[in-house]
């Protein structure tokens, strides 16, 4: 599977972005997937999975109650609703995905990444 995002862009504080990660030849019901993020200068962050199995949804503290990941399996997407912006959200976004069923976001669980999108937060 090769995950692909969309829907960054430059936004001012406050405002909401929602990311797409869309992948075709594959079903992502099927997957774990997550939403990681990369700022310059900085680590890859997990910061938002949702299980194969359950559905079930984990955040990062830093975006609980802002952001919200979600799938639509008629789509074949996984979104991220992402609310109440800051400049500190700033950073390129990638979805990850793993076949197994799990409720982490460690980097090295997920096989399966896209190429990051830009999300840009101006104060």
């Known amino acids: 599977v090769k995950p692909v995002e969309s829907g960054g862009g430059l936004v001012q504080a406050g405002s909401s972005l929602r990311l797409s990660c869309a992948a075709s030849?594959?079903?992502?019901?099927?997957?774990?997937i997550a939403w990681f993020r990369q700022a310059p200068g900085k680590k890859r962050e997990g910061v938002a999975s949702?299980?194969?199995?359950?559905?079930?949804?984990h955040y990062a503290d830093s975006v609980k109650d802002r952001f919200t990941i979600s799938r639509d399996n008629a789509e074949n997407t996984v979104y991220l609703q992402m609310n109440s912006l800051k400049p500190e959200d700033t950073a390129v976004y990638y979805c990850?995905?793993?076949?197994?069923?799990?409720?982490?976001?460690?980097?090295?669980?997920?096989?399966?990444w896209g190429q990051g999108t830009q999300v840009t937060v101006s104060s």
């Open positions: 990850a995905a793993v076949s197994t069923s799990i409720y982490i976001l460690w980097e090295h669980e997920y096989d399966y």
């Open positions: 949702i299980n194969n199995k359950d559905g079930e949804t």
């Open positions: 030849g594959a079903t992502l019901a099927l997957y774990t």
